[in-house]
């Protein structure tokens, strides 16, 4: 068994096709599928399920499923491996691409990225900035390493498209939605709100990516008017300072985005519960030791933010 048998494996499975891998990497076609064989007469099974008539690759064989997933991984290590030259072995060293939904663009993770810097410099973070359905994508192309993203009541349906992909949600904690208006606002001193009080207003969310998700929510409490979206917290900040409109928006963001300006009050919705997940989506239930040391850090940081909130 060879590391360049796994390694076409786990890049077929990226590009669906040997004639499409092989312009990527620039190895013929008949190199790579002979490899495949070997490794598969190695192994005594098929990994790959091949059309018929014309031998085309029409996917994986459940077995060869479990081959791959174990690819990944030994690749992976491999490269960490890879990554010890010129290190003299005393610290750890990698690279780790991590693509974030646009509320974690900044705070706890730059926290994170931060404080692990500072025990591990060997170690560098990447980030890329998508919605959900772009970064379930780039995961299954294996462009990035994990993803930590938001859901709401589209959770079981996430985890489905995931396990179609071979993914895996590892939640980090539960957060609700609350509603921030500015200080003068004519319901600024209730802090409890029914949501039909709210129907004279305007709603602004952040990222077109929840619009559908808020309109059904708001409909169901027979809030019915058109929901304002913008893709920037400065924006939103000076929308928000000059009108009566509402935001609805996961509390975790408010001592970040709104705490510090000091104009802005935060208001709980008595009549609806609408819970969100926040959480990593990853490539296998067993990390390698940099994506461990990443999600060790991450949780420290949530924690200690937590803590401090709940100090306050």
């Not at 059309?51 to 990944?72: D, I, P, S, Y």
């Not at 072995?89 to 991590?98: D, E, H, I, P, Q």
């Not at 995931?162 to 001193?189: G, W, Y």
């Amino acid at each position: 068994m060879r590391i360049s048998q796994l390694r076409f494996l786990v890049l077929l499975n990226r590009y669906k096709t040997i004639s499409r891998v092989s312009k990527e990497i620039m190895v013929a076609q008949p190199s790579i599928s002979q490899s495949i064989l070997e490794l598969e007469e190695e192994l005594g099974f098929d990994i790959l399920v091949r059309n018929q008539r014309n031998k085309r690759v029409e996917g994986f064989t459940q077995l060869g499923e479990v081959v791959l997933r174990k690819a990944e991984i030994i690749l992976r290590e491999f490269d960490e491996i890879s990554m010890l030259k010129g290190s003299d072995g005393s610290a750890m060293v990698g690279k780790l691409t991590v693509g974030t939904a646009p509320f974690f663009s900044s705070g706890f993770l730059y926290d994170t990225i931060s404080d692990l810097h500072g025990k591990h410099p060997g170690i560098r973070v990447e980030m890329i900035q998508a919605d959900t359905g772009q970064l379930i994508k780039m995961m299954t192309l294996q462009e990035i390493d994990m993803a930590l993203c938001m859901v709401n009541d589209n959770y079981k349906s996430l985890v489905r498209e995931l396990q179609k992909n071979n993914l895996f949600f590892d939640e980090l904690f539960v957060d609700t939605m609350v509603l921030i208006v500015r200080s003068c606002h004519p319901l600024a001193q209730r802090k409890h709100v029914a949501l039909a009080e709210m129907t004279p207003y305007q709603c602004i969310t952040f990222n077109k990516e929840f619009v559908d998700n808020t309109m059904q929510l708001l409909e169901t409490y027979g809030y019915t008017n058109h929901i304002m979206t913008f893709n920037d917290w400065d924006t939103i900040r000076k929308v928000l300072s000059m009108t009566d409109d509402f935001l609805l928006v996961p509390s975790f963001c408010v001592q970040e985005k709104f705490t510090p300006y000091g104009d802005f009050c935060q208001l709980s919705v008595d009549d609806c519960v609408w819970t969100d997940r926040i959480g990593l989506i990853e490539r296998s239930t067993v990390l390698t030791e940099v994506e461990q040391i990443f999600v060790d850090a991450l949780k420290d940081c949530l924690a200690a933010a937590e803590s401090g909130k709940n100090n306050a």
